[in-house]
């Protein structure tokens, strides 16, 4: 079968350019329905009468000098459940994903992974249709020099 959708590995490279962060490390996970990204605090609150959310991401594992403070529109709020069948309340946001050369905007919902080994986990949704994943490979989309200055602060408006 041939096709022309380009191949993830099982870990990769990715951005989210919308809300400051210029390059963090995902675990590709086609078991997980939606894509999850770590936020050490969540704190909702309101902008011209619009539901919002302010989180702040350590993007290094085993790295809390370097944050990332952010803000986005609050999509959602939905109860997930991990891999070993625990419930959580989440935050969800829509924003901007770019992975290698391919840019699309996904959902993604908030929580602190600070002992999980990624820092993001891309799921089902953010895979789409539009990739194929080879669990062979690593960093087929390229490896990425980070960017993001220790003690950056994005703020998307």
Do not use: N
């Not at 936020?39 to 993007?59: L, N, T």
């Not at 000098?65 to 999509?75: F, Y």
């Amino acid at each position: 079968m041939s096709t022309d959708k380009p191949v993830l590995g099982w870990r990769e490279w990715l951005s989210f350019p919308g809300i400051g962060i210029a390059a963090i490390k995902a675990k590709v996970d086609t078991g997980a329905r939606t894509s999850c990204l770590h936020a050490y605090y969540v704190e909702p609150f309101e902008r011209d009468g619009s539901h919002w959310v302010r989180f702040g991401i350590h993007p290094q594992q085993g790295d809390t000098s370097e944050e990332v403070h952010c803000e986005a529109p609050l999509k959602d709020r939905r109860v997930v459940r991990d891999s070993g069948g625990h419930e959580e309340l989440r935050y969800v946001i829509e924003t901007e994903m770019v992975i290698g050369e391919h840019r699309f905007t996904s959902e993604v919902t908030l929580t602190d992974r600070d002992t999980m080994k990624f820092r993001v986990l891309l799921g089902r949704t953010g895979i789409g249709e539009h990739y194929l994943v080879d669990p062979s490979k690593s960093y087929v989309q390229g490896r990425r020099k980070r960017k993001v200055k220790r003690g950056q602060r994005a703020v998307k408006s």
